[in-house]
């Protein structure tokens, strides 16, 4: 039985006032879903369902996320039956979503566990469908649509494809600093300090990326869905780019000073072989892709990148006074457990 | 209809104070606030704080301006989580170009609190010369850059003098919770209220080092961030040494509701009060009148919906923009209301922000700037008689400097080489050269190096500076957006290049043990921007001055609008003149000022 959170209207009312209320539901926003779909009308719909921190004080680990599901009814009444299966729990009891105070808002705030990326479907007034809000879908292999979400730190891959994914790393390593001997250096002995009984998970494996690509898939996702497009177009032209140059060798195992070459072509926005004709500027994703690496591999790793907090490690231990203490403690500010604030609880 | 003894629009700065003092004192007060109520860990239902240290709530993800008629539709911008939507509700100025684009400057923070949620804090007075620049520079013949005159036609005395104001300073620095020192400001003190400050971050010794050499008095800059538990508003400091101090400061709501913003410091102390209620995620729509009178208040609620209350006194403190804003919409409603309200003509004129500007430089050292708060030392040198007269200038300012600014990595990189919140990322994507060994030789230069020095100072009055309604953007409720138009007057330029040249000579003499030949690359001004006329450093001042003759400003002294009998404007509206210093502190005071004449009506 998946935990309901009692929360307060307060609480709820935030969720909602910015982003859903509104007398002009035109198409103000552009997510990738401009025009006649009604998630166009909204201020970052992507932010549905909530995903928050639940603060448990019994876990050393806060190992969940706090979930809230948001049902706005299109004709703003309320009095609508509300309810919500997914993959987070027993998909044959829904459970109900409560209406908010006097308002044509229904919500329901569940303890999910961090790290997954879940499925569910409404049902209002006695009718299941996708989450009219959120923008996340997935086609299940019966052929029916679910809305989608993922909690923190959550690395199964969304919307990129695994040979997409392997392009992209080389891509970003070339752009982090991690490949230099200064990067290698520290990568071996993050390693080695591990341990073998405490080596990364799968998931987590070190590469150059410290986490970058799994940031850009769930951002890709999420947030900034509208860039999909760029990636899919561009990492196709760059595979077929590189299989004409090097027919014999899988893209992604090309050597570093093919990307670099690549990587300097993109910069002029003159790529030989580049099919303009498909897409315009590759200087523009190189841009795209510079912001997108950089905040992944620096970010909180809730975001999926930082993968266990390489990025700020790698400051930590290059910037050290005379006496070898770091000249970037960040662990000092951030939660525990990953960083050590006894105060602040993320 | 419900009914207020008073209705507050507006819960930071301006609003606030005069909320506690009313509601302390019994009366039945109502703040409306458009955004959220976001709380501090302590009191929150899942023992999280809506506020984190995370650099993507500072600036989050990429969003495109859909806005159709302005010159950037379709650029990037990217916001914090209490900033409006540029395409919900933006701000539209008026470009040198001519052409309209939208901005995100000018918008402080929609949540309680306001933009004390995320202000980097520093809390100083205005000087006393501040508030006489009408008198000070009458007969002037040396202001330099002033070909016409306009300093000495436009600048104006307040209508009450830094000796009335300096009681209520006294007071807001006392209930707000500021940590500071009174020794070597320029400004009398009848009271000194400050707690300790924290040791300063070991990459300010530059900055004494140089304003010492300079002879340059220096104080530590006073910042509203408890470091000691503070009694008005209960809060404890916990017990981790310098907890406060995370480089999450500018920009970051604080999570342990240790920077003094006006929820904590003063609206949540007020929370179990009958006679007190906050209702966020509510925006006001407009106001309506009889007589002489404010008689409704009409705002729409979290769904949406219209709703109309009542208050014996209104008191509209939403910031400047938006203050103007919202009484330009009730005029348009109401021919009657506007010809009320703004028979002078006056209402949205003379809007101000700062003349603001400074010097930056890689020092010698490295040291861990995510340590931090927002300023260590500030200096009052450049806010003297003398020093203004020799520079020919008509107003002095503050110079302090900055120490959490690109504090942390992902900050440092979108903030490489961009001007404002509106080109934020361009550079860093732009220099693509920055990759692997590059890109580590760009940390070494500058991760923990940076150091800044800033000016905030008087920017002059101008009838032609001005707030309007946008002729055809409208936000989200379908009401017409605020239009900035302005600009810098020639005057402003010789200022800032005057006071960008004390901050350089600050890092100058720094850098180098007092010699002043450290290179100081980096110095200047917000007029040399490519987008000049919008920057507006969040200090939204000025549209609807107080003053002593009906026929020169649109408020009273007491920060009445002069031809209504229950209407207040507190925010940074009421200034006349945009002062030497940050504006939050004095808008405090003010607010409590003002709160001491309506509880003598109520």
Redesign the interface.
């Known amino acids: 039985m998946v935990p309901v ?4 209207n ?2 709820l ?6 982003f859903l ?4 539901a035109g ?4 997510y990738g879903h ?1 025009g006649a779909d009604p998630r166009a009308g909204i ?2 719909p992507w932010r549905f369902p909530w995903v ?6 019994d876990d050393a680990a806060q190992a969940y996320n ?1 979930v809230t599901f948001v049902h706005a009814a299109a004709d ?1 009444q309320p009095g609508h039956a509300v309810q919500v299966a997914g993959s987070f729990a027993d998909l044959h009891t829904p459970l109900p979503l409560l209406p908010l105070a006097d ?3 229904a919500t329901l705030t569940l303890r999910i566990r961090k790290g997954e990326v879940h499925h569910y479907r409404l049902r209002i007034d006695g009718v299941w469908q996708v989450d009219p809000i959120n923008p996340q879908r997935m086609m299940l292999d019966n052929g029916v649509e679910w809305s989608r979400f993922f909690t923190w730190g959550a690395t199964r891959r969304l919307v990129l494809e695994r040979w997409e994914s392997r392009l992209l790393q080389r891509l970003c390593s ?4 991690f ?2 001997a ?2 290698e250096t520290f990568f071996k002995r993050v390693h080695d300090a591990q341990g073998p009984a405490n080596r990364a998970p799968h998931a987590y494996r070190l590469d150059e990326s410290a986490g970058a690509v799994n940031f850009i898939d769930k ?1 890709l996702a999420r ?2 869905a ?2 999909l497009v760029d990636y899919q177009i561009c990492l196709e032209l760059i595979d077929g780019l590189l299989r004409q140059r090097n027919p014999v060798i899988e893209p992604w195992k090309l050597p570093r000073e093919v990307f670099a070459e690549l ?1 300097r072509e993109m ?1 002029t926005a003159s790529v030989a072989g580049w099919n303009y004709g498909r897409y315009g500027n590759p ?1 523009y994703f ?3 892709l ?2 997108h690496t ?2 992944g591999v ?3 790793p ?2 999926g990148g930082n993968a266990m907090t390489l ?2 490690k790698y ?1 930590e231990e ?2 050290r ?1 005379a006496s070898g203490a ?5 662990g ?4 525990a457990p990953l960083g050590r ?6 | 209809m419900e009914r207020f003894d008073v209705v507050i629009i507006g819960s930071g700065a301006g609003g606030a104070p005069i909320a506690a003092r009313l509601a302390r004192a019994g009366h039945s007060v109502l703040v409306l606030e458009k ?5 501090t ?1 302590e009191e ?7 506020f ?5 709530f500072a600036t ?5 301006l ?1 806005l159709s008629g302005v010159a950037n539709h379709f650029d990037s911008f990217y916001s914090s989580h209490v900033e ?2 540029l ?2 509700e933006p701000h539209i100025y008026e470009g040198a170009d001519g052409l309209d684009r939208a901005t995100i400057e000018g918008y402080t923070a ?1 949540v309680v609190g306001g933009g004390t949620q995320l202000y980097g804090a520093v809390s100083l007075r205005f000087s006393e010369l501040d508030l006489r620049l009408g008198s000070f520079n009458a007969g002037r013949s040396d202001i330099v850059g002033d070909p016409n005159g306009d300093v000495r036609r436009e600048a104006r005395d307040w209508p009450i003098d830094y000796a009335t104001l300096e009681p209520y300073y006294c007071e807001a620095e006392r209930l707000v919770g500021i940590n500071g020192t009174r020794a070597n400001q320029g400004k009398p003190f009848s009271a000194d209220h400050y707690q300790t400050p924290y040791a300063p971050n070991p990459i300010s010794a530059y900055v004494a080092t140089g304003m010492d050499a300079l002879g340059l008095p220096r104080y530590r800059t006073p910042l509203a961030v408890i470091t000691e538990d503070h009694a008005p508003s209960g809060r404890i400091v ?3 040494a310098e ?1 406060a101090k ?3 400061v500018n920009r970051y709501g604080d ?2 509701g240790l920077k003094s913003n006006t929820w904590v410091a003063l609206l949540r102390p007020l929370s179990g009060m009958a006679n007190f209620t906050l209702r ?2 509510c925006v006001v729509t407009h106001l309506e009148m009889a007589g002489d009178r404010i008689s409704k208040v009409v705002y ?1 609620d ?3 919906r219209p709703v109309e209350v009542a208050g014996g006194l209104v008191v509209v403190a939403c910031s400047a923009i938006e203050s103007v804003r919202l009484l330009l919409l009730s005029g348009e409603r109401d021919p009657a209301f506007a010809a009320r309200l703004n028979g002078n003509g006056l209402l949205g004129r003379h809007f101000l922000t700062h003349c603001f500007g400074g010097a930056e430089a890689i020092m010698p050292g ?3 700037k ?2 931090s708060l927002d300023s260590d030392w500030a200096t009052d040198a450049c806010a003297s008689e003398d020093f203004i007269r020799s520079q020919g200038l008509w107003a002095g300012g503050a110079i302090y400097n900055n120490t959490s600014d690109q504090a ?3 900050s440092l ?2 903030t490489h080489g961009s001007q404002d919140m509106d080109t934020i ?1 361009q550079t ?3 220099d ?6 590059a ?2 030789a760009f ?2 230069a500058n ?2 190096t940076r150091l800044s020095v800033s000016f905030m100072a008087n920017q002059v009055p101008l009838f032609d500076n001005r707030i309007e309604l946008h002729p055809s953007i ?5 009401r017409r957006v605020a239009y900035i138009r302005k600009t810098w007057h020639s005057h402003d330029v010789h200022l800032m290049n005057v006071f960008a040249e004390q901050c350089r000579r600050i890092l100058a003499f720094g850098g180098d043990g007092g010699k002043g030949q450290f290179p100081v690359s980096e110095f200047g001004a917000i007029y040399m921007a490519a987008n000049a006329r919008a920057r507006i450093a969040n200090h939204i001042l000025g549209g609807m001055r107080f003053g002593s003759d009906a026929a020169d400003s649109v408020l009273d002294p007491n920060c009445r609008a002069w031809q209504f009998d229950n209407l207040y404007v507190t925010d940074g509206a009421f200034m006349p003149t945009s002062g030497g210093a940050n504006p939050t502190l004095t808008i405090q005071a003010n607010a409590l000022r003002v709160a001491d004449q309506l509880l003598a009506r109520l």
Not at chain 1, 21 to 24: K, L, S, V
Not at chain 1, 174 to 177: D, V
Not at chain 2, 52 to 56: Q, S, Y
Not at chain 2, 474 to 478: E, S, V
């Open positions: 959170l009692a929360v307060d307060e609480y009312f935030g969720l909602i006032g910015k209320a509104r007398e002009d198409p103000r926003h552009d401009l201020l970052e928050d921190a639940v603060y448990d004080p706090a703003r308002t044509h808002y070339h752009i982090l600093p490949h230099t200064d990067g951002l947030e900034e509208h860039h990587y910069a200087r190189l841009q795209l510079r912001r950089l905040t620096f970010s909180h809730r975001y990025g700020w400051l290059r910037y006074d770091t000249l970037f403690d960040w000092r500010a951030i939660e604030n006894s105060a602040y609880r993320g | 955004g959220p109520l976001l709380r860990q929150h239902p899942l023992g999280v704080s809506d984190k240290r995370d650099e993507l989050g993800a990429e969003k495109r859909t409006p939507d395409n919900d929609q916990p017990a981790a907890a995370t480089g999450y999570p342990l966020a995620n729409r979290v769904a949406g490295r040291f861990d995510s340590v942390l990595p992902i990189a979108r990322w860093f994507v732009d693509t050269a920055l990759t692997g060994d890109l580590n940390f070494d991760f923990g409208r936000d989200k409720w379908g």
